[in-house]
């Protein structure tokens, strides 16, 4: 290129143009990382990172931002490109132009602003699951507007959006309107304009491709550290999820037409069957009903009154908030005692996040592993076969302070529980106090009512959802007396707390706990009920040195997953720390043994008391890693993790000085056997999902 190309590509009024809107919305991008990590980033705030780490990610992210300054830029690149009718010559093309502009300016803001609150409310940079959220629009936009500051932030879009329509309108007064530098005798030949903007493309293309190597800068790039908070940092919201939509789209057509790799799971049959415990084997049919009758577990023997029971989901309650678990705030009394008095297991965990996962987990027993939409969202599946209904004696009851609308829970828990007596808003006196509906005091009141008035002779199961322990955390003025108690912010970051509204949310949720026991005692229901109580998961934490280093280290969202799980029965059974390792998935099949009756069980869950064949109890968890999901095999000691395309396998010892290094080598027999168990129940849980339905099709012999 010689120098008049040289010159001309330097004052160029239509490449000055190009480059000076790529560097708005790059100093737009910018700044948001910024207002991202002084704001809202939790280095720093429990999470140390040395300062190449951070220079790393930040360059990471920067570029990544550039990438979206010049994509958004191409199509003002193409339009001033154009050799006889373009920017400089057409005033249609410059306002078709600057309307874009301010459109994308306008839409990318209100992107950026979403991502923001999203991140407060999951821990998480936006992604194509929030499409999820479409689907109960309402009670959304109702906990967004009760939880966020949407003034500033209609405020923050609308000043921003305004300031980047005027630089760009600036600029185009700047370059485009300015006059031409050159007369028509001077003027560049065609050629050499079209050799400036050639080298001007190749250089925006070598920006966005973003690496001088053969793997151009992708996602995976941020994730160097294998620690998601660190990881923010890097990703670019509106990148990651037009990158996450693409893998929505193949996750939505596995979902549809491949219903769980059936070749797996004949694979791993016998070994599923012997963890599961499968007596009448069919490797054809793929059966995994196991037949239950009266055990050596029931609370009450054969002919005697059979005891109710209580399910009581503790919403967002993990087990690091706990005081039982080592939190020095103690803010939970109610719950300490009441797991020294009874059955506590402390390593407890959910099988995913999410309450709605939790919920379908812990009524169905199957782990909710739909790669995209939650399994109650998803119609071919929501008549599931339940060890609920083996309660056929027994009164069957669900409350829920809100709507059961939510995440399409009522077709789910109406199609597998058809006798099920379902209690929501508009069922109850109690006033709404937040998007969730009445208060968890004001739905156990309402339980409550509900119970003293039925016929004491047939006992009943019934399933209480919490919500209060959500945001946006309210404090109703009716409580009963409880009085919120104020303690030092540093304090509370300390030990796993992000504000006061969410440590006195727990503390309400435990008082209410105590309430409602006082209740029972009251309506003459206490004595003879098995309470088993649960956490659904952890919410947002800053740090938790009093729990186990692995729960942060081992990258599958331990600390995440682990909850608390608590059966008060004084009547019933005597005070025992469980020692092993357990599943949400265990709930009905421990339950159905306690109480006595013959079930059949199809799930995934396990009988808590119960022997396991595997020797060390082993439970399955699964985390968020990119665009894959993490999957893992959890026992006391170790853990076995991979991504779920059977990639990325470790294994780490979890009580060792260093739990994050993988020690495969020094375990080469566990991790076979970890592996193998893991591989065959996610695959047999995916497969179930589909042939455990109440009216699934005949399953047919290979």
């Known amino acids: 290129m010689n120098s008049e190309s040289l010159r001309l590509l330097y004052r160029s009024r239509r490449i000055g143009y190009i480059l000076g809107v790529s560097g708005v919305f790059f100093l737009l991008f910018v700044v948001f990382r910024g207002i ?23 360059f990471i992210g920067i570029r990544f931002d550039l990438r979206l300054a010049l994509l958004i830029a191409m199509p003002v690149f193409v339009l001033a490109s154009l050799p006889n009718v373009n920017l400089l010559s057409s005033r249609w ?46 009670i959304a936009v109702t906990m967004v507007w009760e939880s966020y500051p949407l003034g500033w932030a209609v405020l923050g879009w609308f000043l921003g959006a305004a300031l980047v329509i005027a630089l760009v309108r600036g600029l185009a007064r700047a370059t485009l309107l300015k006059p031409k530098h050159y007369s028509s005798r001077t003027a560049p030949a065609k050629w050499q304009v079209g050799v400036a903007m050639l080298v001007l493309f190749l250089f925006m293309f070598g920006l966005m491709f973003g690496r001088f190597s053969t793997v151009p800068l992708r996602w995976n790039h941020a994730y160097f550290t294998g620690d998601a908070r660190i990881t923010a940092l890097g ?54 009903d196991r037949r239950q009758t009266y055990t050596q577990y029931a609370v009450v023997a054969p002919g005697e009154p059979k005891p109710n029971v209580i399910f009581i989901m503790l919403e967002s309650l993990g087990a690091s908030r706990v005081g039982i678990y080592g939190n020095p705030l103690q803010p939970t009394p109610t719950l300490d ?39 109650s969202r998803n119609p071919l599946i929501t008549d599931q076969r339940v060890v609920l209904n083996s309660f056929s004696e027994y009164e069957k009851y669900y409350f829920i302070g809100g709507s059961v609308g939510w995440a399409n829970m009522s077709a789910f828990i109406k199609n597998s529980i058809p006798d099920l007596q379902l209690y929501e808003e508009g069922a109850y006196t109690e006033p709404e106090v937040d998007v969730w509906g009445i208060s968890d005091l004001s739905l156990f009141k309402e339980f409550d009512r509900v119970m003293t008035r039925r016929d004491e002779q047939q006992p009943f199961v019934a399933i209480l959802q919490t919500a209060g322990n959500h945001r946006p955390f309210t404090i109703p003025d009716d409580n009963d007396g409880f009085s919120t108690l104020e303690v030092a912010e540093e304090k509370l970051h300390q030990w796993g707390y992000k504000s006061q509204k969410q440590f006195n949310a727990v503390r309400l949720l435990d008082f209410n706990i105590n309430r409602l026991m006082e209740m029972a005692k009251q309506g003459g229901y206490y004595e003879n009920t098995i309470f ?71 799930t995934m869950g396990r009988n808590i008391f119960a022997p396991s064949p595997e020797g060390e109890r082993a439970v399955f968890v699964q985390a968020k890693a990119g665009y894959h999901n993490a999957i893992g095999m959890i026992t006391k000691n170790f853990a076995v993790r991979m991504l779920d395309d059977g990639s990325s396998l470790s294994l780490h010892e979890l009580h060792s000085a260093r739990p994050e290094q993988d020690v495969q080598a020094s375990y080469p027999e566990k991790t076979k056997a970890l592996s193998e168990l893991l591989i065959g129940f996610y695959e047999t849980s995916k497969f179930q999902l589909y042939h455990n339905r109440r009216h699934a099709p005949e399953r047919q012999a290979h």
């Open 93 to 138: 093309l410059r306002g078709l132009t600057g309307l874009y502009l301010a459109v994308t300016a306008i839409a990318v803001i209100a992107f950026y602003i979403v991502d923001l609150g999203h991140y407060v409310y999951l821990g998480q940079r936006i992604d194509s699951s929030l499409l999820r959220f479409a689907t109960d629009a309402s």
């Open 337 to 375: 005692a009441l797991a020294e008095n009874g059955i506590w297991a402390p390593n407890f965990y959910v099988p995913v996040s999410g309450t709605a996962r939790t919920v379908f987990g812990s009524i169905t027993g199957i782990p909710d592993v739909s790669l995209v939409e939650t399994a």
């Open 532 to 602: 088993i109580m649960y956490g659904d998961h952890n919410n947002r934490i800053t740090q938790a040195p009093h729990m186990d280093a692995f729960h942060a280290r081992v990258q599958l969202d331990l600390d995440g997953l682990h909850v608390p799980f608590i059966i008060h029965a004084p009547k019933y059974l005597m005070p025992q720390k469980l020692n092993g390792t357990y599943s949400l998935l265990d709930l009905m099949p421990t339950a159905a043994a306690l109480v006595g009756i013959d079930y059949v069980n199809t």
């Open 235 to 288: 990703l670019n919201p509106v990148l990651f999820f037009y990158d996450s939509f693409k893998y929505r789209i193949a996750a939505q057509a596995i979902n549809k037409d491949a219903k769980g790799n059936e070749n797996k799971v004949r694979q791993y049959y016998p070994l599923i069957a012997d963890y599961l415990g499968v007596a009448d084997r069919n490797e054809e049919t793929l059966n995994y």
């Open 36 to 58: 991202f990590y002084f704001g809202f980033s939790e280095l720093g705030d429990g999470v140390q990172v040395s300062t190449d780490t951070l220079f790393r990610i930040l």
